[in-house]
């Protein structure tokens, strides 16, 4: 069992990924019932919340059934963090997680997200804000540095720690690598065999696939496991990963009768979150990867990403299910680079 405060997790938990325009409670719900132990929301302004911003208090909502759930806040100012922390706290999720791994330059710019790996001491007093502020768990997800030349994981850990954090997710990419080459997961495992260190490491970074997140949790001893792009379009990993942990053994993947059941689970709640307009119009992102690895199937997504309202897109979906009855596409993950969601903060 692995604690995060009085939040007690599976062994070998498995946690989503926070990621704009992505970790909304209708994909959440997807991801929820595919076996996710953890899962945060998008991440959200500080400044937005102070401001009421529409947009940003909308992403506070969540739903009982997802719990345990997280609350991701981002800023650089430390005021304004303590004030969010505890609008935050307001909804009653049971974490507040700071974002310091955004590495997109519209946050960055702002002195926030991976912006702030570049002053520790902000970090530390940015982090000591939203813990006092607080009596709920507070969790950082970081990356390893600013750059190859600034990287300073193991010291931030360790103070992190000492202001009050109760777990930490580590990205194994540097700022400047942005999502390109390999995550490098030594460094986080270094983290977690650091003898200072009590809280509980979990590792994020190119896990798409059961055999790999169980080769990367034996070979570097994380208390968990984060994935993130992988999920899209595909909340099966979470279900693939867990079984492949049970059993050794590969789980089949879904038939595409089972996709399109799922992808319109994933329409019908975020048609009833956002509305018939813009839940239409945000799922579109989401339809080429629930069909990825079917054949010719290029005109059926241009039909999904141009159909006006919902009756259009199930009679639309349903077609492909009796259009591909039968079909087992391949598992799309490999060679999957999440570049649509990139400039999203997907991190």
């Given at each position: 069992m692995?604690?995060?405060?009085p939040i ?8 989503l990924a926070p990621m704009?325009?992505v970790?909304?409670?209708p ?9 996710a ?12 919340l ?8 909308q ?5 009982e ?6 609350i991701?806040i981002?800023?650089g100012d430390?005021?304004?963090m303590a004030?969010s922390?505890?609008?935050v706290?307001a909804t009653?999720p ?6 310091f791994g955004c ?8 002195g926030?997200?991976a912006?702030v ?6 970090m530390v007093?940015?982090t000591r804000?939203?813990v ?9 997800k970081?990356?390893l ?14 103070r992190l720690q000492d202001?009050?954090i ?6 194994g990419?540097?700022?400047?690598q942005?999502y ?6 030594r460094l986080?495992a270094?983290v977690k065999?650091n003898?200072?260190i009590r809280i509980?490491?979990f590792g994020?970074?190119d896990i798409?696939?059961?055999?790999k ?13 984060m994935?993130g ?6 909340p099966w990993i ?5 079984h492949?942990f049970?059993?050794g053994?590969v789980?089949?993947p ?10 319109l689970?994933?329409?019908e709640?975020?048609v009833?979150w956002?509305?018939p ?7 579109r992102?989401?339809y080429?990867?629930y069909?990825k690895?079917l054949p010719?199937?290029?005109d059926?997504?241009?039909?999904l990403?141009t159909?006006?309202d ?6 639309i979906?349903?077609?492909i ?9 391949e598992r799309f993950?490999?060679g999957?680079?999440g570049s ?8």
């Open positions: 692995v604690k995060i405060g007690s997790l599976p062994d070998n938990p498995l946690l704009e325009d970790s909304d409670p994909f959440r719900a997807v991801c929820k019932a595919a076996g132990d953890l899962m945060y929301s998008e991440f959200i302004s500080s400044e937005g102070i401001r009421d911003a529409i947009k940003s208090r992403k506070l909502d969540f739903f059934f997802e719990r345990p759930v997280g991701q981002f800023g430390e005021e304004a004030l922390a505890r609008i706290a009653q049971d974490l507040v997680d700071i974002n590495p997109v330059k519209k946050v960055v710019c702002k926030a997200g912006g790996l570049k002053d520790l001491d902000l007093r940015l804000a939203v006092r502020a607080t009596d709920l768990p507070v969790t950082v970081t990356r540095g600013w750059d190859e030349a600034s990287i300073n994981i193991e010291e931030v850990a360790e202001e009050g109760q777990a930490l997710t580590i990205h990419r540097t700022r400047a942005m390109k080459g390999e995550a490098d997961w986080i270094k065999n003898p200072r509980p490491i994020n970074g798409d696939s059961p055999a997140a169980k080769l990367y949790l034996d070979r570097y001893g994380v208390d968990g496991l994935i792009r992988a999920a899209i379009g595909y979470f279900r693939e990963v867990k492949y049970a059993t053994e789980l089949a879904p038939t595409i009768e089972e996709r399109v059941a799922v992808c689970q994933h329409l709640k975020s009833a956002k509305g307009v813009l839940g239409i119009l945000e799922m992102r989401h080429a990867n069909l690895g010719h199937i290029k059926f997504r241009m039909r990403v159909a006006p919902f009756s259009s897109v199930e009679a979906l349903r077609d299910g009796v259009r591909y009855a039968g079909f087992v596409a993950m490999a999957f680079t649509q969601v990139e400039e999203s903060c997907a991190y």
